[in-house]
């Protein structure tokens, strides 16, 4: 059985109430990364899925690559969000005890690779190239100016009492990201379906489904799955969300509680 995180960026939307209770109603818990700049005007529904049990992670403030931004401008984003959640959860009067955060298009101040090439095999490179490709697009191996950035980075996430989501037993993921934020192994590329993308990928939800089916439900390795879906309050996106999850919940997938592990 595949053991996965069901991992929901780009929240809250003006579905993100509506997707907290479609999740309830199919016991799938799930970790939503909020983005700052989207939190005021819906601070009440984060409350409400925090006493429910979801998990709000940090988006950072900016919706921005940070390998874009200045170091400042990284450090910033990261700290204010990071004070935006802490009042949430207070607010809630739930304990933090999970601090998770995504960065804007996984970009850990690296660009479009998360890493140094250094140590990684040729098929570690594909891998992680594969994911970053269904993110970002097409890879390009970052300067030491930029790894140094992911490094400052990395610590302030440390410092702040942030953590990886536990238990992937992929040697490309675990070598290649950082160690205090949280990535993905699996895309399911439902970006594709927003309107201004449609064009340029061609894709349907039969499409989305055949990816599961090839590169989730075919798993025969024990790791756990950290897989990447979007909440942006457009309809056919929406729609394809609880088709896909509630598919993936029929086929056995096994959706694990990131408040459970210890
Ligand atoms: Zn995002």
């Known amino acids: 059985m595949v053991k996965a995180y069901l991992t929901i960026d780009d929240s809250p939307s003006s579905d993100f109430l ?9 016991r799938v818990p799930a970790v939503f990364f909020c983005r700052g700049d989207l939190i005021e005007g819906r601070r009440d529904e984060l409350i409400e ?15 921005k690559r940070h390998s874009l931004l200045s170091l400042e401008e990284c450090l910033d984003s990261i700290r204010r969000n990071d004070e935006i959640l802490e009042e949430l ?6 304990k933090r005890r999970k601090k998770v955060f995504r960065f804007p298009y996984l970009d850990n101040g690296c660009g479009s690779f998360p890493s140094s090439k250094e140590g990684l095999s ?27 950035k992911k490094e400052v980075l990395q610590n302030e ?30 895309c399911s590329n439902d970006w594709h379906l927003v309107l201004r993308h449609q064009k340029t990928y061609q894709e349907t939800v039969k499409d989305l489904k055949r990816k599961i ?5 075919s798993l025969k390795d024990l790791s756990v799955q950290i897989m990447l879906f979007h909440d942006y309050g457009e309809k056919i996106v929406d729609e394809a969300f609880r088709f896909l999850i ?4 029929e086929e056995g997938v096994d959706f694990l509680d990131l408040n459970r592990i210890s």
């Open 18 to 26: 509506g997707k907290v209770n479609f999740l309830s109603s199919i």
């Open 49 to 63: 899925a925090i006493q429910r049990g979801f998990i709000i992670g940090s988006h950072s403030y900016i919706h």
């Open 89 to 94: 959860y207070l607010g809630a009067g739930v």
């Open 122 to 148: 040729i098929e570690e490179i594909r891998w992680l190239e594969k994911v970053m490709k269904d993110v970002v697009g097409e890879s390009k191996f970052p300067d030491i100016e930029q790894i140094s």
């Open 157 to 186: 996430l440390k410092v702040l009492g942030y953590k990886g989501i536990p238990g992937v037993n992929i040697s490309a993921y675990n070598k290649g990201f950082g160690s205090f934020d949280s990535n993905i192994t699996y």
């Open 213 to 217: 089916e090839e590169e989730i439900l």
């Open 246 to 249: 509630s598919f993936m919940k």
